[in-house]
């Protein structure tokens, strides 16, 4: 909490830094994206992002080809390798059963759920991206915001928050 409070206390309008960028692609991005797509869209990109870190971290062709190309020594590729994956994830599982189990899929679900799953989903890609940032690249960010997106714990709240609440958040209720 510290760290949130220490966040914005030294966020400088004046002269914009990296971590104002931040601040503002969370909020806005979380509002605007999360209206535009409706819950059940956000779920299932949500998943999406899981298996696409878990491709990109895990599968050995993956890491055969990082080493082929050297993508690990080019930053970009290894950012837009995992983007790629997961555009792909999305694309497939959005056309797949996973979206039917999730609700209605005319359904956008209650305001409120939209704004938390859209915060959790833009706080975990902020997250994700920037943990693939080299430590040199990620200096140039106030430590507060280093904590709350890469740090240990602030990257296991991004990672498990989503999970935790898609596991107890409410259920929609079918119409039979």
Do not use: C
Not at 119 to 127: F, K, R
Not at 143 to 172: C, E, H, Y
Request: net charge neutral.
């Amino acid at each position: 909490m510290d760290a949130i409070t220490s966040f914005f206390t030294n966020l400088n309008w004046s002269a914009p830094s990296w971590d104002l960028f931040i601040l503002l692609f969370f909020v806005i991005g979380a509002l605007l994206y999360g209206f535009s797509l409706g819950r059940d869209r956000i779920i299932v990109i949500l998943v999406s992002i899981y298996m696409a870190l878990a491709v990109a971290q895990n599968a050995p062709i993956i890491n055969q080809i990082n080493m082929s190309f050297h993508l690990n020594d080019n930053i970009v590729l290894k950012i837009s390798m995992f983007l790629g994956i997961f555009v792909v994830l999305f694309f497939l599982l959005s056309r797949s059963a996973l979206k039917k189990t999730i609700g209605d899929n005319s359904s956008t679900g209650a305001w409120w759920q939209v704004i938390v799953f859209a915060i959790l989903q833009v706080g975990l890609l902020i997250s994700i991206t920037l943990t693939l940032l080299p430590a040199d690249m990620t200096s140039v960010f106030s430590a507060s915001t280093r904590q709350i997106f890469t740090g240990d714990i602030g990257r296991s709240v991004w990672l498990i928050a989503p999970i935790v609440v898609m596991a107890l958040g409410p259920k929609q209720k079918s119409e039979d």
